[in-house]
């Protein structure tokens, strides 16, 4: 099974507001970067999506080094909270609903395929692929702030 690196980072112009991620993947020698936004949304529906984006873009399974610099996202799939809210219909522990049900319940299924493996990363510190993901993600919610 192939080792992917995965980095990806969400922002977000008032939450909500106008939103974008960005991803990079990396495979040996090879680079792929991703990004998108939507004009209406919050930064951890961002953080969310660029990790599933990266991870759909892949062809088959795969090992994947995610790093996020978001504890909702890292915490959320290294230490079972969306697997347990999905268990329990999406209700959290305190008997709130959990937020970003849709989203979450993508990036389960996706981890279902591909073995992920959590690295949580310092935001707007010392890793330039990290700073790249929120140079795209910021870049994406610019494009759309206008509109």
Do not use: F
Not at 5 to 16: E, I, Q, R
Request: glycine share 12%; hydrophobic share 30%; net charge positive.
């Amino acid at each position: 099974m192939k080792t992917v690196t995965l980095y990806t980072d969400g922002a977000c112009s008032g939450n909500p507001g106008p939103g974008g991620w960005g991803a990079i993947l990396e495979y040996g020698p090879h680079r792929v970067e991703l990004s998108g936004g939507e004009k209406s949304t919050t930064n951890n529906r961002m953080e969310l999506t660029g990790v599933i984006m990266g991870l759909e873009k892949l062809k088959e399974p795969c090992i994947v080094e995610l790093y996020s610099d978001s504890k909702y996202v890292i915490d959320g799939l290294s230490k079972g909270w969306a697997k347990s809210w999905r268990s329990r219909g999406w209700v959290k522990s305190d008997k709130k609903p959990a937020l970003n049900p849709d989203l979450w319940g993508r990036l389960l299924d996706l981890c279902e395929v591909h073995q992920v493996r959590c690295h949580w990363v310092k935001g707007h510190a010392d890793n330039p692929n990290n700073n790249r993901c929120d140079e795209l993600a910021v870049g994406e919610w610019q494009k759309l702030r206008g509109m």
